[in-house]
C-alpha cells in the first residue's frame, strides 16, 4: 500500500522510551524517523504485535536517501511512533521495486 492516508496536517507524538530506543538501538533519531513520512512510502498492515489498536509498519526513505522501517499507529489524529530502524538489503529490495512500480 503506497502512500496511506495519513492525518493532515502531520503531527507527531513520541513515547521518550521509544524514542530513546530507536536512537540508541538502531542510531535513529526521532527527525529522521519522521523525515520519512514526507517521502514515497510502503505502508504495511502490523497486525502481530497488536490487538489493542491498529498498527501500521512503514518502509520510507529520509532526506538523506537512507531506507528505514517504522512502526507507528495513529493516536488522536498524530502519528505515534513506536520504532524506527534501518531497513535490511532485503526491505530496502522490497521498498525499491515497489516504488519504481508508480514512478
Given at each position: 500500500m503506497l502512500d496511506p492516508e495519513l492525518p493532515e496536517p502531520i503531527h507527531f507524538e513520541w513515547?521518550?522510551?521509544?524514542?530513546?530506543?530507536?536512537?540508541?538501538?538502531?542510531?535513529?533519531?526521532?527527525?529522521?524517523?519522521?523525515?520519512?513520512?514526507?517521502?514515497?512510502?510502503?505502508?504495511?498492515?502490523?497486525?502481530?504485535?497488536?490487538?489493542?489498536?491498529?498498527?501500521?509498519?512503514?518502509?520510507?526513505?529520509?532526506?538523506?536517501?537512507?531506507?528505514l522501517f517504522i512502526a507507528f499507529t495513529i493516536r488522536n489524529r498524530r502519528i505515534r511512533v513506536i520504532s524506527a530502524r534501518t531497513a535490511d538489503r532485503e526491505e530496502r529490495k522490497i521498498y525499491e521495486e515497489e516504488i519504481k512500480k508508480t514512478a
Amino acid at each position: 500500500m503506497l502512500d496511506p492516508e495519513l492525518p493532515e496536517p502531520i503531527h507527531f507524538e513520541w513515547d521518550r522510551g521509544n524514542q530513546a530506543k530507536s536512537l540508541q538501538k538502531h542510531g535513529i533519531s526521532a527527525r529522521q524517523a519522521e523525515e520519512t513520512f514526507f517521502h514515497p512510502k510502503l505502508v504495511i498492515p502490523d497486525q502481530r504485535h497488536s490487538k489493542i489498536e491498529h498498527r501500521l509498519g512503514m518502509y520510507g526513505q529520509t532526506n538523506s536517501g537512507k531506507i528505514l522501517f517504522i512502526a507507528f499507529t495513529i493516536r488522536n489524529r498524530r502519528i505515534r511512533v513506536i520504532s524506527a530502524r534501518t531497513a535490511d538489503r532485503e526491505e530496502r529490495k522490497i521498498y525499491e521495486e515497489e516504488i519504481k512500480k508508480t514512478a
